[in-house]
């Protein structure tokens, strides 16, 4: 099994996981908490199975430091969006992530609510540009940034939940941009990125430089996935 192929069938087993522990519970942080359990517990018992000799790194683990000398790292994050899976929406996300030598290399995104994983074994094909754009943003707190450049390129600010609901958005062509300023770290964009990477898009910092991935800091605030014909003018209405 590639990489790839791994990362997807783990986010889809998590996912379904994540479902079968919400059908029939009452919503609330208990849910929640145990989402982020047992979604964990599951993902790492499948990586160590099939990686041993492979490092990971989880939200819902703890770090060990010897990961910053390995060329390989799985980037984790159990049940992103986890106030949103709590609630019953439908806008919660699995993340598998692969870096390799600090990049985004292959990895996949569940959002089981939807019967979707997508993965970088098997990337959607482009989409339509959308007239107006459309930019997933926030539905709670949406980047100070983001009504300026909506405003300017003439873009529809779109609400949703979590980072893995927002980048799949644009992965699977029902957004055209989403940007993110307010801070995140390496297991909300890793995975999102890879899966974005494959499929064509434009994924940088809001610098315009890489995501670096395996530094000692895992926080990593900022990011821009975007329709590649969008990247130079959002960036530039950035530095601006």
């Known amino acids: 099994m590639t990489d790839a192929e791994l990362a997807h069938a783990i986010a889809g087993e998590a996912g379904t996981l994540l479902l079968e522990l919400r059908r029939g519970r009452a919503p609330g942080r208990a849910l929640g908490d145990a ?16 990686r041993p000799d492979d490092f990971v ?18 980037v984790v994050d159990p049940l992103d969006g986890t ?16 870096s390799i030598d600090g990049a985004p290399a292959a990895g996949a995104v ?26 997933v943003v926030s539905r709670s707190r949406a980047p100070h940034e983001c009504p300026g450049i909506a405003a300017a390129i ?34 909300d964009n890793c995975a999102p990125a890879a899966v974005a990477l494959a499929a064509g898009l434009h994924v940088s910092r809001l610098d315009g430089s890489p995501l670096v991935y395996n530094c000692v800091d895992t926080y990593l605030p900022d990011l821009l996935i ?15």
């Open 110 to 135: 569940a959002l089981p609510a939807r019967g979707l994983v997508i993965a970088t074994d098997a990337p959607p094909p482009p989409a339509p540009l959308h007239q107006p754009p459309r930019m």
């Open 57 to 74: 790194l989880s939200e819902e683990a703890a770090d060990d430091p010897a990961r910053c000398a390995a060329s390989r790292l799985w």
């Open 154 to 187: 003439g873009a529809e600010l779109v609400p949703m939940g979590s980072a893995g609901a927002k980048a799949m958005a644009v992965v699977l062509g029902e957004a055209d941009i989403y940007l993110h300023s307010g801070g995140q770290y390496v297991w």
């Open 83 to 98: 106030a949103e899976y709590a609630e019953g929406r439908d806008d919660w996300a699995v993340h598998i992530g692969l």
């Open 35 to 50: 989402g982020d359990r047992e979604a964990q517990a599951l993902i790492a018992a499948r990586l160590a199975a099939a």
């Open 226 to 240: 975007c329709r590649p014909e969008l990247a130079e003018p959002v960036l530039r209405l950035v530095r601006g």
